[in-house]
């Protein structure tokens, strides 16, 4: 059972910005963890979308913004394409370092 | 590039013991600022964090609810890391993916590059 929850899911219409939320607690984003967030597109594995809070691996647009406050983070995408549908996941650690993932974001791009 | 291949049975019978491995290609497993993992995620379902552990063997973390029933293990003779989850139910059931753990400081640890998944099924 996760212990960082998500919204299941989320819309926009193209061109649209939409933003998920995943909420933790003291123990886990609120210790001081960075939250690292995954977009898994059907059919296929995960891939690394934002770490360390706010980064951008290479090669991913910068539509895709993260954001950490307290015991919560936050993704936004801005500018929505239809590409963009796709379940979305964040993750982040407790003091015994096993990770922990969000229950999971699906976005629909209306 | 770095990439990350599972293998293994598709079918296992309950009671008896999943075994996967993966390989990794393009890069070498033996660097001391990554871990080598597990993820798992049951069919329309979420994401499941099992264990990794460090190429040394000397450092290795575990999903406390699996911790009893899990091993990972890594071979750096053939750059290679596997998993080893005994007693399966058919709540084992699912896609698992190996993946590359980095570590960028003590409190940012994430999975920067998977394998494809392998749909494993427990069942008689």
């Known amino acids: 059972q996760s212990v960082l929850t998500q919204p299941p899911s989320v819309s926009g219409a193209p061109g649209q910005r939409v933003t998920i939320s995943c909420s933790g607690s003291?123990?886990?984003?609120?210790?001081?963890?960075?939250v690292h967030w995954y977009q898994q597109l059907p059919g296929t594995a995960p891939k690394l979308l934002i770490y360390?809070?706010?980064n951008r691996p290479s090669g991913v647009p910068d539509r895709f913004s993260g954001s950490k406050s307290g015991t919560s983070a936050s993704l936004a995408i801005s500018g929505l394409q239809a590409e963009d549908e796709a379940d979305y996941f964040c993750?982040?650690?407790?003091?015994?370092?096993?990770?922990?993932f969000g229950t999971g974001t699906k976005v629909t791009v209306l | 590039q770095l990439q990350l291949q599972e293998s293994g049975p598709g079918l296992v019978k309950p009671s008896e013991t999943l075994s996967l491995t993966c390989t990794v290609s393009?890069?070498?497993?033996?660097?001391?600022?990554?871990?080598w993992g597990w993820i798992r995620q049951p069919p329309g379902k979420g994401l499941e964090w099992i264990g990794s552990?460090?190429?040394?063997?000397?450092?290795?973390h575990y999903n406390p609810s699996l911790k009893s029933r899990v091993a990972i293990s890594v071979d750096t003779s053939k750059n290679q890391f596997s998993l080893r989850l005994t007693s399966v139910t058919a709540a084992d059931t699912a896609v698992y993916y190996c993946?590359?753990?980095?570590?960028?400081?003590?409190?940012?640890?994430?999975?920067?590059?998977w394998g494809q998944g392998i749909l494993v099924t427990v069942s008689s």
């Open positions: 993946a590359r753990r980095r570590i960028d400081y003590s409190s940012s640890w994430y999975e920067d590059c």
């Open positions: 393009g890069g070498s497993i033996s660097s001391s600022s990554y871990y």
């Open positions: 552990m460090h190429y040394s063997g000397s450092t290795y």
């Open positions: 003291s123990s886990n984003i609120g210790a001081g963890y960075d």
């Open positions: 360390g809070n706010t």
């Open positions: 993750q982040s650690c407790d003091s015994s370092l096993s990770a922990l």
